[in-house]
Nanobody
Framework: QVQLVESGGGLVQPGGSLRLSCAAS????????MNWYWQPPGKGREMVAT????????NYADSVKGRFTISRDNGKNTVYLQMNSLKPEDTAVYYC?????????WGQGTLVTVSS
């Protein structure tokens, strides 16, 4: 079945970096755009980065532009989110997402906590 599994979250100090990974299975990964969403504590889920199919064009939320980079490795069926210059307000559960046959598919989420 179609599955997304995130990893790489954790506790990091302000100004630090983390790289999240999302391993996909059950569909032809290279044919689908992939997205990262976040959900800060007490808030709704919002898209932070997206990458198109194939080599993929990218787009970012204004709050992460210049700090976060989304990339994909179609040979490994994996999408990444490199997060630099992290701020406390980046604290959130991060979810990987794609739309497969008109259905939203989500991973289980990975928690990123930015705190000193």
């Amino acid at each position: 079945q179609v599955q997304l599994v995130e990893s790489g979250g954790g506790l990091v100090q302000p100004g630090g970096s983390l790289r999240l990974s999302c391993a996909a299975s059950g569909f032809t990964f290279s044919d689908y755009a992939m997205n990262w969403y976040w959900q800060p504590p007490g808030k709704g889920r919002e898209m932070v980065a997206t990458i198109g199919s194939g080599r993929g064009s990218t787009n970012y939320a204004d709050s992460v532009k210049g700090r976060f980079t989304i990339s994909r490795d179609n040979g490994k069926n994996t999408v990444y989110l490199q997060m630099n210059s992290l701020k406390p307000e980046d604290t959130a559960v991060y979810y990987c997402n794609t739309r497969y046959r008109f259905r939203e598919v989500w991973g289980q989420g990975t928690l990123v906590t930015v705190s000193s």
